[in-house]
């Protein structure tokens, strides 16, 4: 009799005679890039470093695809895209101590957001490891404590011969529900010496998944079908679980209304009859919302931005899926199933019953009427006109990154996406300088579409340095830069609060001249040319920037009461 797990999987003899007599000249760094390609791997992003030299070396002998940006924390900004966009662990390759360290901001973003990043780094050789002073460059006494609050999980190796099993279990660990990205650290030396280790041929790449509790589910099925006032939620996790099918035949099934937050954007078609879209930073939304006599919420936390700023206080049974086990009833007691939102909602949809509700149409074009008048009632005609016509000149298919900026915040709540995966911000952890270096990673994963980025003057200079990395790689990206003199939003902040504004003032380049001396292609615009301009830009190939001196205002918030 023979078990599943009596099977061996049993080398061809390609790979035997591979095994018996590997190529002479191979590193640990080999290993490294050996095992990426054997998992699937394509493209890594990165930043050469002393330390890591025999990584970077492997490259050479690979059929992997190098993008060397800049600064490493921009290296993990365009990972992270390009994880966002394929779903695949997107590596990231760094050295030791300051390449290392510069990438933590990226890698909080992404563990926000629920980007599967790869990361791997370099170490001080081996004989530094453990807290030993020895006086290496670039020496940490424990490198892996910077990013053990960050990422999902720390891989150190110690051995040539853990490099293929390290690098496998850090995949899987990115790619598992809930995504995210994490860190793998490998010592100089051992990157450096010849190995004696068979090519890496493959890898198991199939992460494990995350199925609903069935009990949990038939109780939340329950609910839904006797619910009088169903809505729902959907964030983040809808779109990174490929669920919005689902969830719109859910919304359909039930007729309840359906609002995404920011990270949920494109989750739910913007235009559908029961489409509350995005403006859950409205307390018109937040009422209707609160008034539900049983809201689902699929793939969120109900954090700061999905709560209207946590003024939210639902007065039904909440029922919450979310794939980050620490998110559950973080924030409201529900009924809460721990579950990849694209499994959940299926065994939703194979035990809920339809409902009739022939007014849930009404009360959606209510709302959205009462949100409409609060904010033509504010005189903000050149916000709008402005995020017009950005909508107009971005093909539909084309994915958007924006960074914080006013005219993102906009984007949040007033932006149609188009679909679902093609808006993304850096509003899970709220760092500057990510548009332009996520935009760059998405363009790397597909050439086929022109990408939007869209910053501030202030959040522009983070990344400046990147354009030189567009044009080296002549990556279809359009970058719009909104130059309204310093940081826009914290002058605002400061205005409202302390009555004057400080170290928001900023003296900046010309941008369109700066871009041209990279060798790409700018052009000035007006509000009253920016879609034509806009779109010129996004059409013609390679690298460009538009510039729109203009200073904007965000509209009146709701949670100040």
Known sequence: MTHDHDLVLRPTPAQTEAALNPPPGRGGGDLVVETLAGLGATTVFGLPGQHALGMFDALRRSDLRYIGLRVENNAGFAADAYGRITGEAAPLLVSTGPGALTSLAALQEAAAASAPVLAISSQVPTAGLGGGRRGYLHELPDQAASFRGVVKSVHTVRTQSQIPS?????????????????????????????????????????????????????????????????????????????????????????RAPVVTTPGGKGAFPWKHPLSLQSWIEDRHTTDFLEDADVLLVVGSGLGELSSNYHTFKPRGRVVQIEADLGKLESNHPALGIHADARLALQALLETVSERQDPGAEERVREVLAKVADRIAAQELTLEQDVLASVRKALPASSPSFWDMTILAYWAWSAFDAKGPNHMHSAQGAGGLGYAFPAALGAAAADPTRPVLAVSGDGGALYSIAELATARQYDLNVTWLIVDD?????????????????????????????????????????????????????????????????????????????
């Open 166 to 254: 390290a690098i496998e279990a850090a995949w899987k660990s990115a790619l598992s529900a809930l995504h995210g990205p994490v860190w793998v650290e490998i010592p100089q030396d051992v990157l450096l010496a010849e190995t004696a280790i068979p090519v890496v041929t493959g890898g198991d790449a199939f992460p494990e998944e995350l199925p609903p509790r069935p009990e949990l589910t038939a109780v939340a099925a329950d609910l839904l079908s006797k619910a009088v006032r169903p809505a729902i939620i959907a964030g983040g996790g809808v779109v990174r679980a490929d669920a919005s099918g689902k969830l719109k035949q859910l919304a359909e099934r039930l």
């Open 485 to 561: 003199g310093g940081y826009g939003i914290l002058r605002e902040y400061m205005n409202d609060a302390f009555g004057a504004a400080t170290a928001t003032e900023l003296t900046r380049p010309d941008y369109v001249a700066l871009a041209e001396s990279f060798g790409v292609p700018g052009v000035r615009t007006t509000p009253e040319t920016l879609e034509q301009d806009l779109a010129k830009a996004l059409a013609a190939p390679g690298p460009s920037v538009v510039l729109l001196p203009a200073v904007l205002r965000m509209f009146a918030p709701t949670h100040l009461g």
